[in-house]
């Protein structure tokens, strides 16, 4: 379903990502050769804890297991989205918010000027992002 065919010498994942709480599944992603492939929401109400079950077909097929946060091509990867604003956005690299978009722009908030950024180590996400949040999400549920 996701990308090209897989062939001799590919490495294939498969993770999680939990939920902002910690105490549930809220996606499922898959790499290629390290590379993000596919994500998809989790819509039921999959617990912790889990334990993982690996199947091997061939001769010389191997597993690597890691446990949170991902690998960094899948935490950091573009993924060929821009918000409304023209920023590129990139998926969160915290976890519990490994699943949301973030642009990484800085803005000034209220009179006291605090600063805040968009992403990409959790917190709070721009309007443009939310936006594209909801239109993501949307689009895929």
Do not use: M
């Amino acid at each position: 379903r996701f990308g090209d065919k897989c062939g001799q010498g590919d490495v294939v994942g498969c993770g999680i990502e939990l939920s902002e709480e910690g105490n549930r599944v809220a996606s499922v992603y898959w790499t290629k050769n390290g590379e993000l492939v596919g994500r998809e929401p989790c819509a039921s109400a999959l617990l912790l804890p889990l334990h993982a079950t690996v199947a091997l077909h061939s001769q010389g097929e191997s597993v690597f297991v890691f446990e949170s946060p991902p690998p960094p091509s899948v935490a950091c990867s573009t993924s060929g989205l821009v918000n409304c604003e023209g920023n590129v956005v990139r998926l969160g690299t915290e976890r519990g918010s490994t699943h949301l978009y973030y642009c990484g722009q800085r803005t000034l908030s209220g009179r006291g000027a605090a600063e805040t950024v968009c992403g990409p180590n959790g917190g709070t996400q721009c309007a443009a992002c939310e936006a594209l949040q909801e239109a993501v999400v949307s689009r895929d549920g």
